[in-house]
């Protein structure tokens, strides 16, 4: 599980500009359960995903990754803890424009060094299960809002990482589409994944896949709640 | 199977085989030279040369080795250069031959 | 190891793959880049081999030369000075060395009329060079003409062309008998051009030369080193010419090189943030850095190199002849030997190739190292 212990995040800090992302946040993601940070913008759902992500530092306060204190470790690990453990899927979704919807999927592992042939195998048969292996050469500017999300789901996965995390999933899709979204997202979980999702998206947090909904206004935690019981254990930082 | 590395591969070992093909080209042809640089050297032995043909131009450029710094007065018409800048600069055409006024006295005397 | 080649190639796949969204940009600048090292190349092929040319063919020429100057300029210097140097000691031989230009209005030429010390051309005929040959289209048997100094015209039987191979050397020389090229020219019979020495000792040349211009304050002896060093010269700034004109280009290069190595633009460092964020290191965004600029100037190194050469030694310098011919008329052809010297090519490897790669990756060597997080922001 992760542990976030009081975390705070400043940017730009002591110039005029400062802004304050999160105060004194304390959360837990539990294994194999979907957790999702449910509020409106500017509520510091984005910086709390990163940060749980190790795609950035707190200010202050501590992240614990099963038995491993985060925090102080050096970017070089990071990075490697980072590509082992989460899928990201952006809200923009950050595919390399240019590239096919294949690379875009393969480039996570490139780093790792995997045969070829094995990887782009491997690659084709995730892109499978969400039905794009006919769209596999096409380029990123090319496919449409939902494949593009898809692709980057895909890539999220390339590496089997036990966490997948999400910010503003259905921002850019439709209600069918936001609900082919949360079908996947069952599906993963029902293969053992841990999903964390960040979305004001009735669709997202009203649905009945979240055991844990945490609610977030003006970087603070609201509430948490367990089992689709939201308010049930009311925090007031 | 289409792999852009592989492609890269294969100008690369392409270019290499060019470069190395054109490598033995210059060891053969350096070596084969042999008979022509001496027919070279006797040329310059028995007419007692000492200078390349390279530029016509002027005494200066045409045997460099045998011009020193008093030389740039003594030079033929068309001899213009001795600094780099020369090499910039064409002839005043009234020494070209193809100034007007010459062609007009060509034509006279015809 | 399987695995850093397979992660090597993976990274060289992704590098070509976002090189080629810019086809026409990098096309481009492969193009200009290319061109740039052929020129360089071209240059120091030619420079290198013209060089090592003359050395070699003349290490033969003549061991001393003297001259005369008066008023400033070289004059024909008396017979009577040979007597005279020949009491040095060390010196085995004095002979003198008859020789002399020839300005030909009609075809805009000089030539090079050149006595030669022994079998000369009978009386009434003469021996041209290749140059000559196809400047007057005269081949064996023609007559040629030339005017006299005192207005008179001249006519010879060409016995004989000189070998084209040699034009390097003699495509302007025009082989003639003493009585001849005295009544062409009309130097006095007590007149010759310079003087030719031979030494017993060759590390007596300069203490030998110095004796002569203690003996004949009015003349200038030549050494053959002086000889071989001029030719080494000569080039430099001959090549120094073209390099003027081609530092112009390369300046260019450099401006647009520089934008494209150093400006790392927005989209470029997001996508280095995406990179990251998916997984990469910094070390592996390094690499593709890396590949980058070595992919682009490899490239550029070893195509510009190969058509440098062909161009130098298979096509005869085809674009440097506008400017070696200069506004001469009569012009050898630069069939020059393939000598190639491997010191310049690692030089100009680098000089291009290192600085490339470097600039390439240096402006993303911050972005690379820090939090995915702030670089997307």
Redesign the interface.
């Known amino acids: 599980m992760i542990n976030a212990h009081g975390i705070g995040k400043v940017f730009n800090a002591d110039q005029p500009n400062e802004f304050i992302a999160l105060t004194d946040v304390s959360v837990a993601i539990h294994l194999n359960e979907v957790t999702i940070l449910k509020g409106p913008s500017g509520s510091g759902k984005t910086t709390l995903l990163g940060i749980i992500g190790c795609m950035a530092r707190p200010t202050t306060g501590r992240i614990v990754l099963g038995e491993r204190e985060m925090t102080s470790l050096p970017e070089r690990f990071l990075t490697s803890i980072r590509r082992q453990t989460f899928g990201f899927i952006f809200q923009q979704f950050n595919l390399i424009k240019g590239l096919t919807a294949l690379e875009n999927v393969m480039i996570p592992a490139y780093p790792l060094g995997e045969k070829h042939s094995l990887l782009r195998e491997r690659a084709l048969e995730i892109m499978a299960l969400f039905n794009l292996a006919h769209r596999a050469d096409a380029r990123i500017e090319w496919l449409s809002g939902g494949e593009a999300q898809r692709v980057a789901i895909a890539r999220a996965l390339i590496n089997d990482p036990p966490f997948i995390i999400a910010d503003e999933p259905t921002a850019h899709l439709d209600t069918k589409l936001s609900r082919e979204f949360m079908a996947i997202m069952r599906r993963l979980k029902e293969n053992g994944k841990t999903i964390v999702l960040a979305s004001h998206d009735p669709i997202v947090y009203d649905s009945d896949l979240a055991e844990q909904v945490i609610e977030m206004c003006d970087g603070r935690v609201l509430s948490t709640g367990r089992n689709g019981r939201q308010a049930g254990l009311t925090l007031f930082a | 199977?289409h792999?852009?590395?592989t492609?890269?591969f294969s100008?690369?070992a392409a270019?290499?085989l060019?470069?190395s093909t054109?490598?033995v080209?210059?060891l053969l042809?350096?070596q084969w030279?042999g008979p022509?640089?001496a027919?070279?050297?006797?040329?310059?032995?028995?007419?007692?040369?000492?200078?390349?043909?390279?530029?016509?131009?002027?005494?200066y450029?045409?045997?460099?080795?045998?011009a020193?710094l008093?030389?740039p007065?003594?030079d033929?018409?068309?001899a213009?250069?001795h600094f780099?800048s020369g090499?910039?600069l064409?002839?005043p055409r009234h020494l070209?031959?193809v100034h007007p006024s010459r062609m007009t006295v060509t034509k006279n005397d015809r | 190891m399987t695995g850093n080649f397979e992660r090597q190639r993976s990274i060289i796949d992704f590098t070509i793959a976002s090189l080629l969204r810019r086809k026409g940009k990098n096309g481009a600048l492969l193009v200009v880049y290319t061109l740039i090292i052929f020129l360089l190349s071209s240059v120091i092929f030619f420079t290198h081999a013209l060089k090592r040319e003359a050395a070699q063919v003349l290490q033969e020429a003549p061991e001393i030369i003297v001259q005369r100057t008066l008023t400033g300029r070289y004059q024909p210097i008396p017979l009577s000075y040979a007597a005279r140097i020949r009491e040095i000691r060390g010196v085995v031989s004095v002979r003198p060395r008859l020789w002399g230009y020839y300005y030909d209005g009609n075809f805009l030429a000089n030539y090079t009329f050149v006595i030669p010390d022994e079998f000369p051309p009978p009386v009434g005929s003469v021996i041209i060079g290749s140059g000559i040959a196809k400047l007057r289209e005269a081949s064996p048997g023609d007559i040629i003409g030339f005017t006299g100094y005192d207005g008179k015209p001249q006519s010879y039987r060409v016995k004989e062309v000189l070998a084209e191979q040699s034009q390097l050397l003699s495509a302007d020389l025009i082989l003639i008998s003493e009585s001849d090229y005295r009544a062409l020219s009309g130097i006095p019979a007590d007149l010759t051009t310079d003087l030719v020495l031979k030494v017993r000792n060759r590390k007596e040349f300069a203490t030998i030369a110095e004796k002569i211009t203690k003996l004949l304050p009015d003349t200038r002896p030549i050494i053959r080193n002086e000889i071989l060093r001029t030719y080494d010269a000569i080039f430099s700034w001959r090549s120094g010419i073209v390099i003027v004109i081609f530092s112009s280009a390369a300046l260019a290069f450099v401006i647009f090189a520089w934008d494209k190595a150093t400006g790392l633009s927005a989209e470029e460092r997001k996508e280095i943030g995406i990179l990251k964020a998916v997984g990469w290191e910094s070390s592996d965004v390094l690499l593709m850095k890396f590949w980058e600029g070595l992919v682009i100037s490899l490239s550029a190194f070893l195509l510009g190199t190969v058509l440098g050469y062909i161009h130098v030694f298979i096509g005869s310098s085809i674009l440097f002849v506008p400017v070696l011919k200069g506004w001469s008329t009569l012009y050898p052809e630069f069939k020059l030997v393939p000598f190639v010297d491997f010191g310049h090519l690692a030089a100009i490897f680098a000089l291009t190739v290192v600085p490339y790669t470097i600039t390439t990756i240096i402006p993303s060597w911050r972005v690379a190292t820090m939090d995915p997080d702030s670089v997307l922001r």
């Open positions: 199977m792999r852009h590395s492609h890269f100008c690369m270019l290499m060019a470069a054109l490598c080209h210059g042809v350096s030279a022509s640089l027919q070279k050297s006797a040329l310059v032995r028995t007419l007692r040369l000492t200078d390349l043909c390279l530029f016509t131009e002027a005494s450029t045409r045997h460099s080795s045998m020193d008093s030389t007065f003594q033929s018409p068309c213009f250069e780099p090499s910039l064409a002839p070209s031959g």
